[in-house]
């Protein structure tokens, strides 16, 4: 009979002065924390870890493909990590540890969906991908970035 030893590894976050981790997201490789207005990234990827404090509260995290975009209450989306693809929006720069403004960012990005290597969200009532488009990601009829 063989045995197999697991262990446990257990992560302590310091978020500097006291407070809650309000939300946690876990992608294939990493993990994020939202505490107030910074997250918290480990895990494998050229940008992490990682912790970004932003000026106004982080309400939503989403993580995909070394890609890690921030909804920030009063300013709209941020991404860091990588933009190989274009998925930020914006043509570079192509990695980056500093969060850069989603080009469709603001009021009129009501919903976002950041995956693998390209994103979507909704506009003024319209539907607008960008980034990656090799396999049909970007709509039916576009097959190139």
Not at 89 to 100: E, H, I
Not at 115 to 122: A, T
């Amino acid at each position: 009979m063989r045995s197999l030893l697991l262990s446990s590894v257990f992560l302590t976050l310091s978020c500097g002065a006291p407070t809650a981790i309000t939300s946690l997201v876990v992608g294939d490789d990493e993990s994020c924390a939202i505490s107030g207005t910074q997250t918290l990234c480990w895990g494998e990827g050229e940008a992490l870890p990682s912790r970004q404090v932003f000026g106004s509260e982080v309400t939503e995290l989403l993580i995909g493909s070394e890609t890690y975009c921030a909804l920030l209450a009063s300013t709209g989306w941020s991404c860091w990590g990588s933009n190989a693809r274009g998925q930020f929006g914006v043509s570079s720069p192509t990695m980056t540890t500093t969060p850069v403004p989603v080009a469709f960012a603001g009021d009129s990005l009501k919903l976002a969906r950041f995956g693998g290597e390209f994103s979507c969200g909704s506009t003024m009532g319209a539907l607008a991908c960008w980034g990656a488009g090799d396999r049909g990601q970007l709509g039916p009829s576009v097959s190139t970035d």
